[in-house]
């Protein structure tokens, strides 16, 4: 888990409200990767974007989620107007180059638990 | 859509105990990890396999990769109570790229 850092690590947020979160990959790691964790279930793909690129969000939900990672800073996962059922764990993951899974690592960070009370 | 099926879902077991840990899929997948999570924290990656057949150690941890690269499995010889904790199967798919297929987790508790 060492350098891919997340923060917050804990958010609590009232329905309606916006919920940030921040995710600073390894160094020389262009490659950035959101995972979400329900209570009792897996991780799940959300997306996947390399410097200013969204390369796959297949399993980003259709509205108020949105995912960016600007040329400079951490790569933002945005939830607009959160709802009880977005209380989770969302875990970002890194990894250095194009093909990470073929032999090479992926490192997750510790994650941000959102609650929506 | 790709789905990996662990079994079993919980396994509490005596300390040393052997344990094997089960992967299941239909699909097929360029590589296959193995993950250890710790309550609050991030998965740690314990392996990772991609050729069909593969047997790869970590100590007194043995991974298999399926020859046909739907399944894998996950020994444990001689358990400790710092074995404990949740062990995810992760899958990249031949057909997704950078996605990984995660499965539920087996929850492992070693008694001591």
């Known amino acids: 888990n060492a350098g891919v850092m997340q923060n917050p690590r804990h958010l609590v947020r009232r329905r309606g409200q916006e919920a940030r979160l921040r995710c600073s990959p390894m160094k020389g790691h262009s490659h950035v990767y959101w995972y979400r964790q329900l209570p009792e279930e897996g991780l799940k793909f959300m997306v996947y974007l390399q410097k200013e690129n969204i390369i796959d969000e297949s399993g980003m939900p259709k509205e108020r989620f949105s995912a960016e990672f600007p040329k400079e800073g951490p790569s933002i996962l945005r939830i607009q107007q959160v709802v009880r059922g977005d209380s989770a764990a969302y875990f970002c993951a890194s990894s250095p180059n194009l093909q990470p899974f073929s032999g090479n690592t992926i490192y997750f960070g510790e994650g941000s638990w959102l609650t929506v009370v | 859509t790709q789905l990996l099926e662990q079994s079993p879902q919980f396994l509490s077991i005596q300390e040393g105990e052997n344990l094997t840990v089960y992967c299941n899929s239909s699909s097929v997948f360029s590589s296959l990890q193995w993950y250890r999570q710790e309550p609050g924290e991030g998965p740690v990656l314990l392996v990772t396999?991609?050729?069909?057949?593969e047997v790869k150690k970590l100590k007194r941890l043995t991974f298999q990769f399926g020859d046909a690269r739907k399944d894998s499995s996950l020994h444990i010889t001689a358990a400790q109570t710092g074995d404990t904790g949740l062990y995810l199967c992760?899958?990249?798919?031949?057909?997704?790229?950078?996605?990984?297929?995660f499965g539920e987790g087996t929850q492992l508790t070693v008694n001591p």
């Open positions: 396999v991609v050729t069909g057949g």
């Open positions: 992760a899958g990249a798919g031949v057909s997704s790229g950078s996605r990984l297929t």
